[in-house]
Structures are given as structure tokens and as C-alpha cells.
């Protein structure tokens, strides 16, 4: 009950057993009094514990223990309608101190070390500093039963598969985007085909995050930024053999999916959810390696538009939209007109081809 509501032990040491509401899919508990949160234009008169959906058996905890309590309550007179009691005679109402005491158990029972975290970490201030300091594994959200032709679907696996087709359809590409073949007189590329480095691969190593998530192999960024020589020089082996080789192993491209609801989406529909992707960390670190690679020839070799801001170090929207300002000035102060055309490419669009995109001319009439 602590850790479902992230209440403090006042707030346990006030529930009643009188003031108890037995819902279809939740129990109400009233307070016999105020909480230290109680200001003049919030007050707290009860607290609601929700069903937990995925395992009902769990909710029946307290309706056994107010059965089991119900010979030792005989006698009491209706001030002494505490909820919790003591399990030695004389079997009274606990205190706060009992309760705390009670909660760092389970604490401790759980396998959680109480020397870091104490009784109050169940408290909902405690629960908001671990989730800023990043401590909560991620956790794939709750999703609401699909549809698929009409026809609900009632397993975990249907669901699955029925988000996967969704998945894939939208994002494999009919019409591939053809690779642009360079000059190779002007614009060798045997700058980036090397070997990649020692000092590269330790570059991308420190950079990276150490609270990113895991993929299906559970390698840390944190491992990976440790590692000694040996295993530094194996990974540079590996990484280089698949860059040599022009090879991708088969096991970097698996990734556990998260989907994640829309807000305002129908939640019955696959459409209203946003995949995100957690592959293996040590295939990111091959990508990053290889993206700043590319990064610095394409720049070396002045390859890149003045006019593209996206995926560029230093570089973002809002250098766009001063550049789009000062154009739009430039057109007021010699009075002409200043044409801005707009082009979104929706992803759940699958039939667009987006290599025909590249042909796209605008022909404008002079006035």
C-alpha cells in the first residue's frame, strides 16, 4: 500500500477501517484525519487504491486482512478504528513509528539496501528525485486491448503481431531512394574506407550516455566505457571486420520495441502508437563511429548544402528560420516577394515514393 500510492506513513497511520469502500475495480479508504499536504484549498479525505489489472489475486490482500482482523477488533469502541494493528497481544492500533519500521522490512525483504534508501523513499518526492536522477529502468507502457478488420484481439501475442505488421508496413520503403554515385576523380572516398582507429572508437566511447537503455543483448554504455585493453582491442577488431568487409551482423539489426500511445489517439487502433526501438548499444556505437566519419569527409569535401541544418553539429532549426527571416527582410527591403514552399512527408503514408521526391521542380511565373 506504501509503494502503490507513494504515500507517507502519516497517511497510513490515518486510513480506518470504518470508512472502507469496496469498488468493482478499486478499494476507497477514508482518513480519520488531516495530512501534512492539508492546505486551506486542498484537503485529503481518502485514499483510493487502484485494481492491479495484470494480476487480480493481488487485490484481495486487504480484504483478507480485514477478515482476519475482525476477531481481535471485538471490543473496540468506535474511536479505536485504526486499519492497521499490531500482530503481538494485546493487538491495539500501531503507531507511525510501527508502521515505518514495518515498510523498511519490506524494503529490506525486497532486496532494496535500506542504508541508501530509507522509508520515505516510497514517498511520491523520493519517487519524482529517482526518476530525475534516471534510476527507473524503463518500462514498456500499458497498451489497450487492439483491433484488427474489426475483430478484437485478446492476447499479448496478437497484439504483438498485429503492432509489428503495423510497424513494418510503415516503414519499409516500396521504392527505394537510389545511392548517388560521387566522381571518383574529384571526390575520393578513401579517406573513410581505412580501418577505423583506436583513437575513434575511444572517442565514441566516452561520449556516450551512461543511463541510455539497453537492447535485446543487455550491454550497458556503462560496460562499454570501461573496458580494459584487451576487450577495447576486440571490439575495434569486430567493428572493423564488419566495416571492411561491408558486412552487418544479423544480431545488431534485432531491437526490442516499445509502443508508446499517442495522446488523443484512439488506443484501439495500432496507428496510435509510436514505436521506439532499443537495439544493441554496441551496434550505436558502430553507427556513431561511422556518422562521424562521414560527418567530417562530406564537410572536408564541402559536400554538404549551405542550406541543410538537420543531423549537422552546430546546426538546427533555428539557424533555418533566421536564415528563412533574413530572406523574407531581404525581400521587404528591395519590395519583391519572398515564395516559401512547404513540403511534410507523412510516415504513416506508405505509398508515397520518396525517391520521384528528388525530381520535384517549382516553377514560378514572374509577375
Not at 472502507?20 to 483510493?48: A, H, M, W, Y
Request: net charge positive.
Amino acid at each position: 500500500m506504501a509503494l502503490t500510492q507513494v504515500a507517507r506513513v502519516q497517511t497510513l497511520h490515518l486510513l480506518v477501517k470504518n470508512g472502507i469502500r469496496i469498488e468493482q475495480d478499486s478499494i476507497l479508504v477514508e482518513l480519520r484525519g488531516n495530512v501534512k499536504q492539508c492546505r486551506p484549498t486542498f484537503n485529503v479525505r481518502s485514499v483510493k487504491f487502484q485494481a492491479y489489472s495484470r494480476n487480480t489475486s493481488l487485490c484481495v490482500t486487504l480484504q483478507h486482512y480485514l477478515a482476519r482482523t475482525e476477531e481481535l477488533r471485538q471490543g473496540f469502541s468506535q474511536e479505536d478504528d485504526e486499519l492497521f494493528l499490531s500482530y503481538v497481544r494485546p493487538h491495539k492500533s500501531v503507531t507511525k513509528d510501527t508502521i515505518a519500521r514495518w515498510v523498511k522490512a519490506m524494503l529490506q525483504r525486497s532486496g532494496v539496501d535500506t542504508t541508501k534508501f530509507t522509508t520515505g523513499s516510497v514517498r511520491s518526492a523520493a519517487v519524482s528525485k529517482v526518476k530525475a536522477m534516471k534510476i527507473v529502468h524503463l518500462q514498456a507502457p500499458l497498451t489497450f486491448p487492439l483491433t484488427s478488420n474489426n475483430v478484437l484481439l485478446t492476447t499479448d501475442a496478437q497484439n504483438a503481431v498485429c503492432l509489428a505488421t503495423h510497424i513494418h508496413t510503415t516503414f519499409s520503403s516500396p521504392d527505394p531512394v537510389p545511392t548517388p554515385v560521387l566522381p571518383s576523380s574529384s571526390h575520393s572516398s578513401h579517406d573513410i574506407s581505412t580501418a577505423i582507429t583506436p583513437q575513434e572508437l575511444t572517442s565514441t566511447l566516452h561520449s556516450l550516455s551512461i543511463w541510455k537503455a539497453t537492447g535485446p543483448d543487455d550491454v550497458l554504455n556503462k560496460f562499454l566505457r570501461c573496458l580494459p585493453d584487451a576487450l577495447l582491442q576486440l571490439l575495434l577488431d569486430i567493428l572493423n571486420n564488419s566495416w571492411l568487409s561491408g558486412t552487418f551482423p544479423s544480431v545488431w539489426r534485432l531491437a526490442i520495441i516499445f509502443p508508446f500511445p499517442k495522446p488523443g489517439k484512439n488506443l484501439m487502433i495500432a496507428s496510435s502508437y509510436r514505436p521506439i526501438s532499443l537495439p544493441s548499444n554496441i551496434s550505436k556505437v558502430f553507427e556513431h563511429v561511422i556518422q562521424n566519419r562521414l560527418t567530417w569527409w562530406l564537410e572536408r569535401k564541402h559536400l554538404l548544402p549551405p542550406n541543410v541544418f538537420s543531423f549537422q553539429p552546430q546546426r538546427g532549426i533555428l539557424d533555418a528560420l533566421l536564415l528563412l527571416e533574413y530572406h523574407i527582410q531581404e525581400g521587404f527591403s528591395h519590395k519583391k516577394l519572398t515564395l516559401v514552399a512547404f513540403l511534410e512527408l507523412n510516415p504513416f503514408v506508405p505509398d508515397v515514393q520518396k525517391a520521384r521526391l528528388y525530381d520535384i521542380r517549382v516553377v514560378v511565373p514572374r509577375a
